[in-house]
C-alpha cells in the first residue's frame, strides 16, 4: 500500500521504439499496473493492432469489440470504448482490435489526421469524472501515422530499449522523429524516460549497451533496469500482468521500482517547475 506522490495534471506517456520485441507492450501494462497498485489511477490505450497490451490486461478484443479503432476513425468516445481490466481496480483499457490494422490507411484521408486521438483524449479528460493520474499509450512499432497520433496526444515519451548489440541503432531515427513532432505538431512532447528491458546481468554486453545508453542520456535513464525474466514472458499467456501472474518475482518487483522512480521524479519536476513560474 505504497502510496506514489500523485501527479497534479494527468500524465500522458506514449511508450515508443519503432523496434519490434523490446519490451514495449510488456513495459506499458507492468508499469501502468504497478502505478494502479500505488493508488494511481491508470488508462492504457492500446495502440497497435496486434493488441497484446489488450491481452495482457485481460480485455476483450476481438474484432467486432468496441475499440481504439471506432474512436480514431468515428464518432466514439474513449468512455464508449473503454473497459475494466481483471488486473486492477485502478486500472481501464481502450482496447485495439486487428481492425486498426487498416487505420494507418485509412487516416490520411481525414481531417486532422494526427490530432485524431488528442482531440479524444483530451475531451474525455476533461468530462471525466474520476480523475485519471496516468494514461499510457502502447505504440506498434512503426512510425506511421497512429505513432505519430500517440506522439501529438503526449506529454512524454517513454523509450524502452532492451540491452543487446543493436540497441542504438534505430534510436537516432526515433529521437529525430520526435524532434519532427516537436517541431510541427506538439512543441510540449519531451522524452522523459528511458528503460533498459530485457537486461541479462551475467552478460558482458548487455552491462556495455548500459553502461553506454547512461552516457548518452543521464537524465532520462532510471536507475531500475527490467531484468530477463521467465516470469515477466509468461504472464500474458494468462492474460496477466506479472503483478497478477507473480506479485513477488524479481520482475514485478523491477516495474514496481521503476514506477516508483517515475512518480518521484515527476513530483520532481513539478517541484521544479513551480519554482521557476514562482520566480517569472
Ligand atoms: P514490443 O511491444 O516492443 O514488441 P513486447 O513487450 O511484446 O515487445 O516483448 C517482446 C517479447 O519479449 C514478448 O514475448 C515478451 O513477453 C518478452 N519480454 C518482454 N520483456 C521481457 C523480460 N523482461 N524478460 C523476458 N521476456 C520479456
Ligand atoms: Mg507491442
Same mark, same amino acid.
Given at each position: 500500500?505504497?502510496?506514489s506522490?500523485?501527479p497534479?495534471?494527468?500524465?500522458?506517456?506514449?511508450?515508443?521504439?519503432q523496434k519490434?520485441?523490446v519490451?514495449?507492450?510488456?513495459?506499458?501494462?507492468?508499469l501502468?499496473?504497478?502505478?494502479a497498485?500505488?493508488?494511481?489511477r491508470?488508462?492504457?490505450?492500446?495502440?497497435?493492432?496486434?493488441?497484446?497490451?489488450?491481452?495482457?490486461?485481460?480485455?476483450p478484443?476481438?474484432?467486432? =469489440?468496441?475499440?481504439? #479503432?471506432?474512436v480514431?476513425l468515428?464518432?466514439?468516445g474513449?468512455e464508449?470504448?473503454?473497459?475494466?481490466t481483471?488486473?486492477?481496480?485502478?486500472l =481501464?483499457?481502450?482496447?485495439?482490435?486487428?481492425?486498426? $490494422?487498416?487505420a494507418?490507411?485509412?487516416l490520411?484521408?481525414? =481531417?486532422?489526421?494526427?490530432q485524431?486521438?488528442?482531440?479524444?483524449?483530451q475531451?474525455?479528460?476533461?468530462?471525466?469524472?474520476?480523475?485519471?493520474?496516468?494514461?499510457?499509450?502502447?505504440?506498434?512499432?512503426?512510425?506511421g501515422?497512429?505513432t505519430?497520433?500517440a506522439?501529438?496526444?503526449?506529454?512524454?515519451?517513454l523509450i524502452?530499449i532492451?540491452?543487446? #548489440?543493436?540497441?542504438?541503432?534505430?534510436?537516432s531515427q526515433?529521437?529525430?522523429?520526435?524532434?519532427?513532432?516537436?517541431?510541427?505538431?506538439n512543441?510540449?512532447?519531451?522524452v522523459?524516460?528511458?528503460?533498459?528491458?530485457?537486461?541479462?546481468?551475467?552478460?558482458?554486453?548487455?552491462?556495455e549497451?548500459?553502461?553506454?545508453v547512461?552516457?548518452?542520456?543521464p537524465?532520462?535513464?532510471l536507475?531500475?533496469?527490467?531484468?530477463?525474466?521467465?516470469?515477466?514472458s509468461?504472464a500474458?499467456? #494468462?492474460g496477466?500482468?506479472?503483478?497478477a501472474?507473480?506479485?513477488?518475482?524479481?520482475?514485478?518487483?523491477?516495474?514496481l521500482?521503476?514506477?516508483?522512480?517515475?512518480?518521484?521524479?515527476? $513530483?520532481k519536476?513539478?517541484?521544479?517547475?513551480?519554482?521557476q $513560474?514562482?520566480?517569472?
Amino acid at each position: 500500500e505504497t502510496v506514489s506522490p500523485l501527479p497534479a495534471k494527468t500524465r500522458v506517456i506514449t511508450v515508443s521504439n519503432q523496434k519490434g520485441g523490446v519490451g514495449k507492450t510488456t513495459t506499458t501494462v507492468n508499469l501502468a499496473a504497478a502505478l494502479a497498485r500505488r493508488g494511481a489511477r491508470v488508462l492504457v490505450i492500446d495502440l497497435d493492432p496486434q493488441g497484446n497490451a489488450s491481452t495482457a490486461l485481460g480485455v476483450p478484443h476481438r474484432p467486432e =469489440v468496441t475499440s481504439i #479503432y471506432d474512436v480514431l476513425l468515428g464518432e466514439l468516445g474513449l468512455e464508449d470504448a473503454m473497459q475494466p481490466t481483471t488486473d486492477h481496480e485502478n486500472l =481501464v483499457c481502450v482496447p485495439s482490435t486487428i481492425n486498426l $490494422a487498416g487505420a494507418e490507411i485509412e487516416l490520411v484521408s481525414l =481531417v486532422a489526421r494526427e490530432q485524431r486521438l488528442r482531440t479524444a483524449l483530451q475531451t474525455f479528460l476533461d468530462a471525466a469524472e474520476e480523475r485519471y493520474d496516468y494514461v499510457f499509450i502502447d505504440c506498434p512499432p512503426s512510425l506511421g501515422l497512429l505513432t505519430v497520433n500517440a506522439f501529438v496526444a503526449a506529454d512524454e515519451v517513454l523509450i524502452p530499449i532492451q540491452c543487446e #548489440y543493436y540497441a542504438l541503432e534505430g534510436l537516432s531515427q526515433l529521437l529525430g522523429n520526435i524532434q519532427l513532432i516537436q517541431k510541427h505538431l506538439n512543441p510540449g512532447l519531451r522524452v522523459s524516460t528511458i528503460m533498459l528491458t530485457m537486461y541479462d546481468a551475467r552478460t558482458n554486453l548487455a552491462h556495455e549497451v548500459a553502461t553506454e545508453v547512461r552516457a548518452h542520456f543521464p537524465e532520462q535513464v532510471l536507475d531500475a533496469v527490467i531484468p530477463r525474466s521467465v516470469r515477466i514472458s509468461e504472464a500474458p499467456s #494468462y492474460g496477466q500482468t506479472v503483478h497478477a501472474y507473480d506479485g513477488a518475482s524479481i520482475g514485478a518487483l523491477a516495474y514496481l521500482e521503476s514506477a516508483a522512480e517515475i512518480a518521484e521524479r515527476g $513530483a520532481k519536476a513539478e517541484r521544479a517547475a513551480k519554482k521557476q $513560474a514562482k520566480k517569472n
